[in-house]
Nanobody, 116 residues
Framework: QVQLVESGGGLVQPGGSLRLACAAS????????MNWYRQAPGKERELVAR????????NVRDSVKGRFTISRDNAKATMYLQMNSLKPEDTAMYYC?????????WGQGTQVTVSS
């Protein structure tokens, strides 16, 4: 079955960096676009960035442009989100997502907290 497992979250000071990873299994990872979403308390889940199967990047959220970089390693079936210059407003649960055959698949999420 499809499994998406996020890791790399944590507590970081403003201006700091984190690298999130999403390990995928149970499907042909290299064929599908992958997404990072985030959800802050009391807010709707929002798309952070999307990466196509060939590595093309689309739909990067304006608020993270120039600070976050999405990437993928198809040989390792893993997607990454490098987050630099983190701000308190980046605090959220970050989720890995893919869509196939009309269904959404989600990981369990990894918490990112930006605070001094």
């Amino acid at each position: 079955q499809v499994q998406l497992v996020e890791s790399g979250g944590g507590l970081v000071q403003p201006g700091g960096s984190l690298r999130l990873a999403c390990a995928a299994s149970g499907f042909a990872f290299g064929v599908y676009p992958m997404n990072w979403y985030r959800q802050a308390p009391g807010k709707e889940r929002e798309l952070v960035a999307r990466i196509l199967s060939n590595g093309g990047i689309t739909n990067v959220r304006d608020s993270v442009k120039g600070r976050f970089t999405i990437s993928r390693d198809n040989a390792k079936a893993t997607m990454y989100l490098q987050m630099n210059s983190l701000k308190p407003e980046d605090t959220a649960m970050y989720y890995c997502n893919t869509k196939m055959t009309g269904s959404d698949f989600w990981g369990q999420g990894t918490q990112v907290t930006v605070s001094s």
